[in-house]
Antibody, heavy 121, light 108 residues
Framework: EVHLLESGGGLVQPGGSLRLSCAAS????????MSWVRQAPGGGLKWVSS????????YYADSVKGRFTISRDNSKNTLYLQVNSLRAEDTALYYC??????????????WGQGTLVTVSS | EIVLTQSPGTLSLSPGERAILSCRAS???????LAWYQQKPGQAPRLLID???SRATGIPDRFSGSGSGTDFTLTISRLEPEDFAVYYC?????????FGGGTKVEIK
């Protein structure tokens, strides 16, 4: 059974940083692209970033480019999102999501339960 | 960048009724690369439909997707109590990946 468990969220001041993690199990992690999707309180879903199975190919939404860095450790079956220079508008529940293939040009077939990032002074 | 517009914003229906949800894209979606998700309060989204019309594993056949180009539809043939939720469409044919704003299906 596929399982995705996010961690690392919390309350941070504007300009601060966090490292989000997503521990994956139940599938061959290195064979699939992974993404982060966020949802502001009461809002809709917004794609943040994706990474290919080998970790070489990475993609970012314009709103986070230069501030967020996606990476993965296939030996640990873990996905990461380093979030820097945080702004109030980055406040959201951050979901880790799996793609059904090794490409981010695909749907999201499994989702974690999310980790909450709150940016406030 | 493709923008997805979902309508209506809220759909008020009774159990047993048919629900028809619309997703309109600002540009043609490549090769019907469109998915639908269901999200219930406090839960993560769940994939319902992939490739515009293929039901995901375990999804009941009362859910169906159709459409191509810029106009897509999710139909729930007979609403069950557990179907009242928010539904999102998502396109993955062009970068950046994009979601629609969602349609809430509520009990009338």
């Amino acid at each position: 059974e596929v399982h995705l468990l996010e961690s690392g969220g919390g309350l941070v001041q504007p300009g601060g940083s966090l490292r989000l993690s997503c521990a994956a199990s139940g599938f061959s992690f290195a064979n699939y692209a992974m993404s982060w999707v966020r949802q502001a309180p009461g809002g809709g879903l917004k794609w943040v970033s994706s990474i290919g199975g080998s970790g070489t190919a990475t993609y970012y939404a314009d709103s986070v480019k230069g501030r967020f860095t996606i990476s993965r450790d296939n030996s640990k079956n873990t996905l990461y999102l380093q979030v820097n220079s945080l702004r109030a508008e980055d406040t959201a529940l951050y979901y880790c999501a799996k793609h059904p293939y090794d490409t981010n040009r695909a749907s999201f077939d499994y989702w974690g339960q999310g980790t909450l990032v709150t940016v406030s002074s | 960048e493709i923008v997805l517009t979902q309508s209506p914003g809220t759909l008020s229906l009774s159990p047993g009724e048919r629900a028809i949800l619309s997703c309109r894209a600002s540009q043609s979606v490549i090769t019907r690369y469109l998915a639908w998700y269901q999200q219930k309060p406090g839960q993560a989204p769940r994939l319902l439909i992939d490739g515009a019309s293929s039901r995901a594993t375990g999804i009941p056949d009362r859910f169906s997707g159709s459409g191509s180009g810029t106009d897509f539809t999710l139909t729930i043939s007979r609403l069950e109590p557990e179907d009242f939720a928010v539904y999102y469409c998502q396109q993955y044919g062009r970068s950046p990946l994009a979601f629609g704003g969602g349609t809430k299906v509520e009990i009338k």
